[in-house]
């Protein structure tokens, strides 16, 4: 979980956030973090649905090749991988998201020749988020998504249909507004976090080009997107101070908003609470120029090439997330509400055949897009988050705002590409 509790896969999302906040604390356990002579230390952060722990020691206790150390990172593990690249053998393998910089500095080994036998069998988005410059630089793991979950016997008391625009999306929440129901929660920042790609998407844009070289929202239309946002945040429509963030589905089940913008993972609790009057839906399009869109992050396995025991590392990886595919699937599907990264796991995953759940799988077919991606820096995802924060919440002109974040970016991809 995010609030309050160890992060979690859905930490992608957030714009404010692509490397979340926090302290970090020792690994939990008797663990010291630096494994046994000649073993392999793989590296986790802590999950919080609960059983992931077990799982993964149980997977690494199966390998007979190399004794393999799991070690779990509550608090701010994307700090500690970047810090433990820079200077450390280990870990020796260790899941993260793939960053530019990592590739530029040859601190990561690339895995073409670990994936090339199943390349095509994994989701295009998830692999797009391992790879920089036409190297596979991490194995996806598993796939969140965020979709609009919406309440189907209030939309009929309003008599609001599923919204399939972003303006229709206004008026919706405009309407569902009433005896203390809100009608949008997109976190108590407003949607700031994690609404920015996918105003993007719905205009047809991009966080960067399809090559990672270029903006991909040097265009009017990315400041048009921007201010929809503000005019949810100008109005009464949107729940802000709700007791849990976006990531929890507690505002959207304790009735305190009509719809709700998070994770798929959700889906268990709110059908346990609401049986079948829930439905999900993509991010609406902008217009008929637009498309409607849902996020994509992943995580990937990846080898440290400062270790000792690269090809060691690299036969564990292989052995893990591309050999043992019932492994693959229980990862993604049994503590969590989350999709397997590979296709041929997606069909094999009974949970995700029916109801809003098959819906959204086939969201994330028709409709999905990368968050960022490898290319998308630290520096860019500060620019685009304050702009749109100044949009949205202060009445900032969306134009002006939205060409100093662009600048930016412009600069940083200059730095990075030349």
Partial sequence: MINGSPRSRRAFFSLAGLAAAGTFAAACGSNTGRGDSGALQQWYHAYGEDGVQDAVRRYAAAY?????????NPGDYDSKIVTALQNSAVPDVFEAQLKIDWVRQNQIVP?????????????????????????????????????????KSLLQAAGVTPPRTVDELIDAANRLTRGGVKGLFAGND?????????????????????DGRAVGFDDPRAATAFARLRALNAGNALLLGAPTDWSDPGAFIGGLAAMQWTGLWNVPKVRAAL???????????????GKPSVPV????????????????????????WIDQADDQLEFATKFGFHLPARTSLLDRAEGLKSGPAADAVRYVREHSHLVGGPQWTAQSNTALADALARIAKEGADPVAETRKAVEVVKSETKRLFG
């Fill in 64 to 72: 007979r090749k190399t004794k393999v150390d799991v070690v779990w």
């Fill in 297 to 320: 992050g992943a995580y990937g396995a990846s080898v440290n090439a400062k270790s000792k025991n690269v090809a060691a590392g690299k036969d564990f990886l292989k052995w893990l």
């Fill in 190 to 210: 407003g949607g700031v976090a994690v609404l920015a790609g996918p105003l993007l998407w719905s205009a047809g844009l991009d966080y960067l080009t399809g």
């Fill in 275 to 289: 049986g079948d009057d829930f439905g999900v839906l993509p991010f609406p399009k902008l217009d008929d120029h």
């Fill in 111 to 151: 895995l073409d020749d670990l994936i090339a036998p199943v390349r095509d069998d994994f989701h295009p988005a998830a692999l797009a988020a391992q790879t920089v410059e036409g190297k596979v630089y991490g194995i996806p793991q598993a796939i969140d998504t965020q979709v609009l979950f919406y309440r």
